[in-house]
C-alpha cells in the first residue's frame, strides 16, 4: 500500500518528501482554508505543491458545482501541472464531469464516498483514484474499516469480473490513526492518504525508542572498553 500524505501544507509535504516514501498528496478546501490559503493563491500554491512532488499525483479539489463548471474547473487545474488529478465530491454532476474529464485523459479522484455504490458509480464513470472516508464514519459511532472493507470488495470484484478498461486505485481517506493504516493495508486499499500528525504517529513505537536508548547505553559501554 502506498502512503500519500493529506494536506495543503508546504512544511509536511516536504518534511514527509524527505523520508523517502511518499507516494502522492491530497488536498481539499478545508485542508487549504487551514493553512490560511488565500484564493488568489490557490493556483500558483497547486502548482508549488506540484512542483515539489515532482511527478507524483497531486489532488487539487474543484468547488464548482454543475458538470460545465467541474469540466472547465478540471481541465484548468490539470493544465497547470501533468501531475495534478482534479479531486470531484461525488454527485450526479461530477459523475458526468469525470466521464468527460476521463475521455480527455485527465485523471479524476473522486471524494466523499461512504457506500460501495458510491464507488462503484465513480468507477463506471471512470475515476482514476476512488477515496472512501473512515475516520468519519468512526466521528458518529459507525466502523469506518468495515465500510472501507465493503468498498474494497466491492470494487475488486467488479474490476475482476468486468475486466475494467482503466485502472482504479482505492485511496483511504479521512485517516486518523496508525491501526486505520494498518486496516487499509490488510484489506488491500492501494492507498493511504494520512494527515501528517497521523504520519509521524505511524513512524513511531515505545519498543523502538526504548531498544534505541538501550543500544545507546550498550554501545556507550563498547566505547569504554577501548
Ligand atoms: C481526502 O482526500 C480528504 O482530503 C480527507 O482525507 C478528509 O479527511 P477528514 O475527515 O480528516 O477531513
Redesign the pocket.
Given at each position: 500500500m502506498k502512503f500519500f500524505i493529506?494536506t495543503a501544507d508546504i512544511d509536511e509535504i516536504s518534511e514527509a518528501l524527505s523520508w523517502g516514501c511518499l507516494a502522492g498528496v491530497?488536498?481539499?478546501p478545508?485542508?487549504y482554508a487551514k493553512i490560511g490559503g488565500k484564493l488568489a493563491d490557490f493556483e500558483s500554491h497547486m502548482v508549488k505543491i506540484a512542483q515539489l512532488c515532482e511527478g507524483l499525483p497531486v489532488?487539487a479539489e474543484s468547488t464548482a458545482t454543475t458538470t460545465e463548471g467541474m469540466i472547465e474547473e478540471g481541465r484548468h487545474l490539470a493544465s497547470l501541472a501533468p501531475n495534478i488529478v482534479v479531486?470531484l465530491p461525488i454527485c450526479a454532476e461530477s459523475l458526468a464531469a469525470t466521464h468527460q474529464l476521463a475521455s480527455e485523459g485527465i485523471r479524476v479522484?473522486m471524494?466523499l464516498i461512504f457506500s460501495a455504490p458510491q464507488a462503484l458509480l465513480a468507477a463506471n464513470a471512470g475515476a482514476r483514484y476512488i477515496?472512501p472516508?473512515v475516520?468519519?464514519f468512526d466521528d458518529i459511532g459507525e466502523d469506518g474499516i468495515e465500510q472501507l472493507a465493503t468498498v474494497v470488495s466491492c470494487i475488486e470484484n467488479y474490476a475482476w469480473d468486468k475486466n475494467v478498461d482503466h485502472t482504479v486505485e482505492i485511496?483511504t481517506?479521512?485517516?486518523?490513526t496508525p491501526n486505520h493504516v494498518t486496516q487499509a493495508a490488510l484489506l488491500g486499499a492501494d492507498i493511504a492518504?494520512v494527515?501528517f500528525g497521523a504520519l509521524k504517529k505511524c513512524l513511531k513505537h515505545p519498543l523502538t525508542d526504548a531498544g534505541l536508548k538501550s543500544f545507546e547505553a550498550d554501545w556507550e559501554k563498547v566505547k569504554a572498553q577501548q
Open positions: 493529506d491530497t488536498t481539499n478545508s485542508l489532488s479531486k479522484n471524494t477515496s472516508f475516520g468519519r485511496i481517506a479521512s485517516v486518523r492518504t494527515p
